[in-house]
Nanobody
Framework: QVQLVESGGGLVQAGGSLRLSCAAS????????MGWFCQAPGKEREFVAA????????YYADSVKGRFTISRDNAKNTVYLQMNSLKPEDTAVYYC????????????????WGQGTQVTVSS
């Protein structure tokens, strides 16, 4: 069992940056691949980025490549999403999730979810 709590969301102007954090409880955090998803109003939840259990492999949606960076600190049971060059279309609730494969990009492939943190990018 893993419990996830996101933080770091907020309101930022276009071109700005935010760093999201996801703190996990449970001693098995380092066994899980971790992902970030986002959901805008009226849209389905979609994949943003994922990282393998070791941090050695990362995967990104095409829309965020070169702007977002996912990382993790297994000693702190935390995964991060550094978001740079933010655009208004990045506005969404961002969720972290724990699963078994960092190559998983579908919601159903992740077992545990946080409650989400709102990111709003103004133009």
């Amino acid at each position: 069992q893993v419990q996830l709590v996101e933080s770091g969301g907020g309101l930022v102007q276009a071109g700005g940056s935010l760093r999201l954090s996801c703190a996990a409880s449970g001693r098995t955090f380092s066994s899980y691949a971790m992902g970030w998803f986002c959901q805008a109003p009226g849209k389905e939840r979609e994949f943003v980025a994922a990282i393998s259990w070791s941090g050695g492999s990362t995967y990104y949606a095409d829309s965020v490549k070169g702007r977002f960076t996912i990382s993790r600190d297994n000693a702190k049971n935390t995964v991060y999403l550094q978001m740079n060059s933010l655009k208004p279309e990045d506005t969404a609730v961002y969720y972290c999730a724990a699963g078994w494969s960092a190559q998983a990009m579908c919601v159903y492939e992740y077992d545990y979810w946080g409650q989400g943190t709102q990111v709003t990018v103004s133009s």
